[in-house]
């Protein structure tokens, strides 16, 4: 049985940091694509970026890129979103999650070919 588990999330001030991580219990993550969403209060969920599974290539929503960061831990089975420079409008319950199958890429299964997904961590950005 797959299982994703995010953790990392709290409240952080403007301009603040925070990293999350997304670790997997009944898959291997090194084999997978991973996808960061979020889902802010009264909002739809969003694509936050994706890390490829075959060269660790990475690619963001516009409105996270240059401050958040996608990287594989494979020794831990964890993948993890580094975010810096926090706003406000950052403030969303944050969730992973793969493709059903292993070595399937970010360009065809991101951001609506995810099947397995985590219960997410909530980010709060506020002084």
């Known amino acids: 049985q797959v299982q994703l588990v995010e953790s990392g999330g709290g409240l952080v001030q403007p301009g603040g940091s925070l990293r999350l991580s997304c670790t997997a219990s009944?898959?291997?993550?090194?084999?997978?694509?991973i996808g960061w969403f979020r889902q802010a209060p009264g909002k739809e969920r969003e694509g936050v970026g994706c890390?490829?599974?075959?060269?660790?290539?990475?690619d963001y929503a516009d409105s996270v890129k240059g401050r958040f960061t996608i990287s594989r831990d494979n020794a831990k089975n964890t993948v993890s979103l580094q975010m810096n420079s926090l706003k406000p409008e950052d403030t969303a319950v944050y969730y992973c999650?793969?493709?059903?199958?292993?070595?399937?890429?970010?360009?065809?299964?991101?951001?609506?070919?995810?099947?397995?997904w985590g219960k997410g961590t909530l980010v709060t950005v506020s002084s």
């Open positions: 890390i490829s599974v075959s060269d660790y290539s990475t």
């Open positions: 999650a793969t493709p059903e199958f292993p070595y399937r890429e970010c360009y065809s299964e991101y951001p609506y070919g995810m099947a397995y």
């Open positions: 009944g898959i291997t993550l090194d084999y997978y694509a």
